[in-house]
């Protein structure tokens, strides 16, 4: 009886070093899948915490870069002393907070986005005025031509939070030219923009020169409130946070 050990090629070893590291791929990715709730809890694994950037509208706009020269002087509405850049910045700030405590990673932006910015989703925020004192209420906006396949629902999601929460009524009919084609979204016209796979917005939180959206607006958490629960509940919506 012959009882040479058997003896294995180069080849034969690197082809069985190559079954054992996939079965146990297999086996982790099983792991996985029953830790994390599926395929999409692997993909947020990898992806890491949902990550949303928060524009402060006009802050610092004075230091905008050449390709946006013209807009170094929108310093946004100022009436009675209230300055909208400032009501813009603390309900950033609490928005950012009350995001942070759920996990989600955020960013506040200036004015100038830096190029080709990416995210889960990119609010801007504002707060309107008007010469007529009477105009009150909410409204948003996405680009005006089709950027990827969710800004839409971005805008159905943070809208219908929004008037729910804050009680506002609806501005619609004053959506501006400049809101529909607003820079940062604009990736075609200038490198200082959101990348175009990023769901992108622009909110007007309320007049500050209407007497009812201001009192609603001085208290920043009203409006941070009702886009934190918009901002989850989209993220919900696409998976990239649990139910």
Not at 55 to 66: C, D, F, M, V, Y
Not at 87 to 106: K, P, T, Y
Not at 138 to 159: G, M
Not at 219 to 228: E, G, I
């Amino acid at each position: 009886v012959n009882l040479r050990p058997v003896t294995w090629t180069t080849r034969q070893r690197r082809i069985l070093l190559g079954l054992l590291l996939a079965v146990s791929l297999l086996f982790l990715l099983g792991l996985s899948y029953q830790r994390n709730g599926g395929w999409q809890g692997i993909l947020n694994a990898v992806k890491g915490p949902p990550r949303v950037g928060l524009q402060i509208g006009h802050l610092e706009a004075g230091r905008h870069p050449e390709e946006l020269a013209n807009l170094r002087y929108s310093t946004g509405a100022s009436v009675n002393g209230v300055n909208e850049v400032d009501v813009n910045f603390a309900v950033a700030e609490i928005l950012r907070d009350m995001l942070v405590n759920e996990g989600v990673v955020v960013e506040l932006l200036p004015a100038t986005v830096p190029q080709g910015y990416r995210a889960d989703l990119f609010v801007s925020l504002h707060a309107d005025s008007s010469e007529d004192r009477e105009r009150r209420g909410y409204k948003s906006a996405v680009f005006r031509y089709e950027r990827n396949d969710k800004d839409a629902l971005l805008k159905q999601i943070i809208d219908a939070n929004y008037f729910y929460f804050s009680g506002l009524p609806d501005d619609d009919n004053n959506v501006s030219g400049s809101m529909l084609e607003y820079y940062a979204f604009n990736h075609e016209r200038f490198k200082h923009s959101v990348h175009p796979k990023t769901p992108a917005m622009i909110v007007e939180m309320g007049y500050i020169s209407n007497a009812e959206d201001l009192a609603f607006l001085e208290d920043p958490v009203n409006p941070a409130y009702a886009l934190k629960i918009g901002i989850l509940s989209y993220l919900r919506e696409v998976g990239r946070i649990k139910e």
